[in-house]
């Protein structure tokens, strides 16, 4: 059996895609992989033994600066990613069984494996990014908000967007492929039966009318790899401390300033991530240390609480470890709906970016270290699932015969 992965995005959109990688080569499945070029991605799925086929520019790029880039520089990223997309995909699906793509940016993927014969699996990371009336759809930089309050207007209005910005370019391909036009892109991209690669305690599928989730479990590896010398020194010369990360995205201006600040005046230390940002928040103080590249499974369970920007990997690993959440997201993608889980769960606070202050920090601070909270977040952790990325991987298997 041939499997063909696809997605393009941050490190949170390709690892659940290596979990997937790993499980379906212990069953014998030959795999390869359509991820952006970076560096780092080529050497992870080198590492597993899967080829990486890269498509479209590094995302790194896109993500160095303090902001993200404006409406009409997304416009034209996502349209040369299309055409990339259709340039690249024929070969690199070609002698698969099965594509499964990963993010509403594959656009070209069901196209080309239906022009090909090729079964094709839709999967999402978060309840959020399917249609649903209990949820609005997640924000979508570069694109009008609507002003609608209730749901289903707001899923409608964004599927007009969707096909404002791909629905010309996809149909001009499908007609050179002698397929049919689509009429509504995002339900086109997303199926009737899409996949779910969530925990089902910390994001179910709330359910959806026409809409056959199947919820599989989020897809992970376990990390095993020991902590650098240096940060096991840290950790061993005081209490706990409190962590402040942001992965692959740029944090809001200041953020990560008043988090230190925040965090020192509780009298806690501090342990800050660089990320992608590069994070440069420590000074001369011994109680403040910054790490680099890290098994975040093997050090969330040695931190007092985890500050972060609500990714579904670092939602999902600091959950896993018991620790409670203070998160502060971005208004984008699936950041301000894990902030809602973590709120509603009881495994800490959520705040709004524009709105934080440093005060604003102390008082979720506070909330996420009280007793309380931990006893919640501890009592969750038992709960979560670590099999998913195996389930999927079966499933695919089996209805692949």
């Known amino acids: 059996m041939r499997v063909l992965l696809s997605t393009y995005g941050t490190r949170g959109d390709v690892e659940p ?19 952006p070029p970076d560096e780092e991605f080529a050497e992870r799925l080198a590492g597993i033994g ?26 034209r990223y996502r349209d ?9 995909f024929p070969a690199a699906f070609d002698g698969c069984d099965v594509v499964v793509a990963a993010g509403l940016g594959q656009v070209a993927a069901r196209s080309v494996a239906e022009a090909a014969d090729i ?69 086109h991209i997303l199926t009737d039966r899409p996949w779910l690669a969530a925990d089902p305690v910390l994001g179910a599928w709330p359910g959806a009318p026409g809409l056959d989730v199947v919820q599989t479990g989020a897809w992970t590896l376990a990390d095993e790899r020991p902590l650098p010398a240096d940060l096991e020194s840290f950790l061993d010369a005081g209490a706990p401390p409190v962590y402040v990360g942001f992965g692959s995205m740029p944090p809001a201006e200041g953020i990560g300033g008043m988090a230190v600040e925040a965090i020192r005046a509780l009298g806690h230390r501090v342990l800050v991530s660089r990320g992608w940002a590069d994070l440069d928040l420590v000074d001369d103080g011994d109680d403040c240390f910054a ?28 959950a896993r470890a018991g620790t409670p959440h203070v998160v502060i997201p971005l208004q984008l993608s699936d950041n301000p709906y894990w902030a809602g889980r973590v709120a509603a769960l009881g495994l800490g606070a959520a705040l709004d970016a524009p709105t934080t202050t440093v005060a604003s920090l102390g008082a979720a601070l506070e909330s996420a270290l009280s007793p309380e909270t931990g006893a919640r977040a501890k009592a969750l952790a038992s709960r979560l699932r670590t099999d998913g990325a195996e389930v999927a991987a079966r499933r695919l298997v089996d209805e692949s015969q």
């Open 80 to 88: 040369a990613l299309v055409e990339t997309q259709f340039d690249t």
């Open 291 to 318: 790490i680099g590249e890290v098994s975040h499974q093997n050090l969330f369970r040695k931190v007092a609480a985890v500050v972060h920007h609500g990714g579904a990997g670092t939602t999902l690993t600091a």
């Open 119 to 187: 079964r094709y699996v839709y999967v999402s990371y978060a309840a959020v990014h399917l249609p649903s009336p209990h949820h609005a759809p997640p924000p979508r930089p570069g694109w009008p908000e609507p002003g609608a309050a209730d749901n289903r207007t707001l899923w409608e209005s964004d599927a007009r967007s969707v096909d404002a910005q791909f629905a010309g370019a996809l149909n001009g391909h499908r007609t050179a492929l002698g397929l049919p036009p689509v009429g509504n892109v995002r339900d």
């Open 50 to 75: 899967v080829r990486l086929v890269p498509v479209g520019p590094p995302v790194r790029e896109l993500m160095r600066g303090k902001t993200l880039p404006s409406a009409a520089d997304l416009a």
């Open 17 to 35: 895609l290596v979990a997937l990688a790993v499980r379906l080569r212990e069953l014998g499945a030959e795999v390869r992989m359509c991820a």
